[in-house]
């Protein structure tokens, strides 16, 4: 919850001892305006590859701003394999469930279209677009190298018929027909790549459910007795994963 | 996620067979210009201790309804005996953590005020009547029988000196030095009564955590690598909770 002590800027590539980064209008604008940053002024860059990197404001303007790789603060390490397949739910829902998502580590945002769900969806570049900005903010502020990565949708039927096999997919079964999560989780073995699956408000068709049942990846869960909103499950879960199987399970003092 | 078959109506008391009940202004606009029910229309009304009754409107004004229980849904049931202890958040955030938290099956929510807390806090009427009406909604939604009690705010220090050390604390140190959370609830007994404790934006004091970690009842967990804000780390420490500890070992077919 403490803030870190430079502001992060999240820089997709191309840091480097001595490199310097230009960064586009909306970076100059937050730094300039909102934060009130001159030329000299220490932020950090970072990303999954690069690591995170103490760099300095050399040119600041309207439209643009150039910083200078100083140091790095940190090299590159392992993130979770872990992603969030979901459906799509109101927008001030999705919003937030993509927010907390990033701060709980997914490395990927699959969103799929299922029987229950108006479709087309997430064509638009504008939701795109917003989703990424989330996502980015919530992990400069969470102190992550990487951002999710957010994929096309697709139909859940053509996503199940890409799946590659070597990655679990942990169904939310709202109809309480799944295992209970922690029992479930328990034969996983360490951070198994793995993805969190949640249906529409409406939730899956009977006939999705049974195909789900069928396929050999797939585990399904039940999260108690309460009948949770989409999103309210989608963090359920993803917290018991990461508590149970995932990186929380290790310790990182500050 | 699925929406239950009636509207579900939290009424505190007075729930029996034949009982004619009375609802206010807030409800009779819900159910006669939002839902556009008239009398003999069916809805459902609940409480812990009545447990939930399918009722028929028997009349329906501008500013009262009355209802008449006539058969018995579900009996009251045992509910979790976990609370969220948090320390105030920006109105939207808090708003969130108060229905998710309800939705994860919180039977108290208290506020306390820390040290890099402004306060006086949540002692607005409206504030307090704000986080009851999302509480109430939650649960409606969610299908629970209770609704979470919202204690009234005291400072930190008052609140651990009234605490009965039959309720575990589970205080969420942001600092990393916790026991990772799965770890610490393995040594749980099954639904042991229990209570999330979260900080404010800024963390808590350094002599607060020192304060806290030298208390019998209390747990210092960590949450993985990343930091979170509080209100996700509320519902982090309540999911991890309920998956290991609480109410989601069990299973309940609908």
């Known amino acids: 919850m403490a803030q870190p002590w430079v502001t992060r800027l999240f820089v997709p590539f191309?840091?480097?001892?001595?490199?310097s980064v230009d960064l586009g209008e909306a970076k100059a604008h937050r730094l300039r305006n909102v934060l009130r940053l001159g030329p000299g002024a220490l932020v950090s860059a970072f990303n999954a590859v690069d690591g995170e990197w103490l760099c300095r404001i050399s040119e600041i303007g309207r439209t643009r701003v150039s910083?200078?790789?100083?140091?790095?603060?940190?090299?590159?390490?392992?993130?979770?394999?872990?992603w969030l397949v979901f459906a799509p739910i109101h927008r001030s829902r999705?919003?937030?469930?993509?927010?907390?998502?990033?701060?709980?580590?997914?490395?990927a945002l699959v969103p799929v279209v299922s029987a229950r769900v108006q479709g087309p969806w997430l064509d638009a570049a504008s939701t795109r677009k917003r989703l990424e900005a989330i996502a980015i903010a919530?992990?400069?502020?969470?102190?992550?190298?990487?951002?999710?990565?957010?994929?096309?949708?697709?139909?859940?039927?053509?996503?199940?018929?890409?799946?590659?096999?070597?990655?679990?997919?942990?169904?939310?079964?709202e109809t309480g027909r799944g295992v209970p999560i922690a029992e479930a989780l328990t034969d996983f073995a360490a951070e198994t790549p793995a993805a969190i699956?949640?249906?529409?408000?409406?939730?899956?068709?009977?006939?999705?459910?049974?195909?789900?049942?069928?396929?050999?990846f797939?585990?399904?869960?039940?999260?108690?007795?309460?009948?949770?909103?989409?999103?309210t499950a989608a963090l359920a879960a993803l917290a018991a994963y990461q508590a149970i199987a995932g990186d929380w399970r290790r310790t990182r003092p500050r």
């Open 14 to 19: 191309g840091i480097t001892a001595g490199a």
């Open 67 to 82: 910083l200078v790789a100083e140091r790095q603060l940190r090299a590159g390490e392992p993130e979770p394999n872990l």
């Open 94 to 107: 999705l919003d937030w469930m993509i927010e907390k998502a990033t701060e709980f580590g997914v490395s």
């Open 138 to 173: 919530a992990a400069e502020q969470c102190e992550r190298l990487s951002v999710p990565q957010i994929h096309p949708h697709s139909r859940i039927e053509e996503m199940l018929r890409r799946w590659e096999s070597f990655r679990r997919l942990i169904v939310c079964d």
């Open 197 to 216: 699956l949640v249906g529409p408000e409406g939730g899956f068709a009977d006939t999705e459910l049974d195909a789900l049942a069928n396929l050999p």
């Open 218 to 231: 797939v585990t399904r869960v039940s999260l108690g007795p309460r009948v949770l909103r989409a999103e």
